[in-house]
């Protein structure tokens, strides 16, 4: 079983598949979940959780930075098993409740992540019975946290602070390895950099949430994917991130935004031409007429 890695006194990082959830609270006192992994997470993160704060223990609810499939897929199945809330920002709602799909991802912006967004499923699950609207500035179960809205990678994004130690838990709004790169995809190496590209939708916004979160000098960043980084140097190296912060050059949401309201999806750029699934058509209809027309039996003869 896998086990929580401490991140602070009462914080906590769990990798779960290719992303993170967090728990935040103290053993035998309130705790919170930090996002909810992908689907069929939901025992790893409830083991683990037990470990934590012991058998049978449940938290006061779970948080959502924002609801994409990596990072909700499991929310229904823990909420249920919990009987907890969920709670996310009032603009990711529509897309938590069956009311409207996340703007699509941009396999042609480039990079690994968007090469393998082609095969991720764009389905979320629908938690309209345990799904609430975060209220200004609170957060529930987590005293002396306040979220932020921190729009650009999806509509409704948050990330939560806490000012005493300066602790940030950011989602996607930044992440900590290089998800654009297959080494650093694979390696996982410890570094700062943008969210990842495929299912930004919104780039100037996102830019001017990450000089935001530079703003809060965090000492201590755990994101939805990579190591969470400790570095007394964090604050100048948010910094210089922020004010170097670059869009990726082409793609479907770089020159202009998706936009979206209470209701989902208002606005989308023009679909771009993606090469690579065209390909893998005419790979198949190439096998297909190849099947047809007993080429492939004359091979296995020969
Ligand atoms: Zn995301
Ligand atoms: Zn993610």
């Given amino acids: 079983m896998k086990t929580i890695t401490r991140i602070a006194t009462d ?12 728990f ?4 035998g006192g309130k705790w919170v979940l930090v996002d909810a992994g992908l689907p069929n997470s939901a025992h790893e993160i409830i083991d683990a959780a037990e470990a934590r704060f012991g058998a049978g223990s449940r938290p006061e609810s779970i948080i959502l930075t924002h609801g994409h499939r990596d990072h909700s897929g499991s929310a229904l199945a823990l909420a249920e098993n919990w009987g907890v809330p969920i709670y ?10 069956g009311k ?14 968007a090469f393998l967004s082609r095969f991720l499923p764009r389905s979320t699950p629908n938690l309209e019975r345990y799904i609430r609207e975060l209220e200004p500035s609170k957060v529930p179960g987590a005293t002396n946290w306040k979220w932020i809205a921190t729009p650009g990678h999806s509509p409704g994004h948050i990330v939560l ?7 940030l838990i950011a989602g996607d709004a930044i992440v900590t390895a290089n998800m654009d790169s297959w080494s650093g995809l694979i390696s996982g190496t410890q570094q700062l950099s943008r969210p990842p590209t495929p299912f ?24 939805g994917h990579g190591v969470p980084i400790s570095d007394p140097a964090l604050p100048e190296r948010m ?15 770089v020159r ?24 893998t058509a005419a790979a198949l209809l190439f096998l297909g007429v190849a099947v047809g027309s007993g080429y492939l039996d004359e091979q296995k003869k020969g």
């Fill in 161 to 167: 602070f806490r000012n005493s130690d300066r602790i």
């Fill in 11 to 22: 914080v906590g990082w769990l990798p779960v598949s290719f992303t993170n959830v967090y």
């Fill in 88 to 97: 996310a920002h009032r603009l990711e709602i529509p897309f938590l409740t």
């Fill in 239 to 253: 910094h210089a991130f922020a004010a170097n912060f670059r869009a990726p050059r082409r793609g479907r949401y």
């Fill in 256 to 279: 202009r935004a998706a936009r979206a309201d209470e209701n989902g999806i208002v606005d989308l750029p023009p679909a771009p031409f993606d090469p690579v699934p065209l390909a």
């Fill in 200 to 223: 930004t939708i919104d780039w100037p916004a996102a830019r001017a949430s990450v000089k935001e979160m530079a703003k809060l000098k965090p000492n201590v960043i755990g994101c």
């Fill in 100 to 113: 409207s799909p996340y703007p699509p991802a941009d396999p042609t912006v480039g990079g690994a992540t």
């Fill in 24 to 27: 935040v609270g103290r053993p």
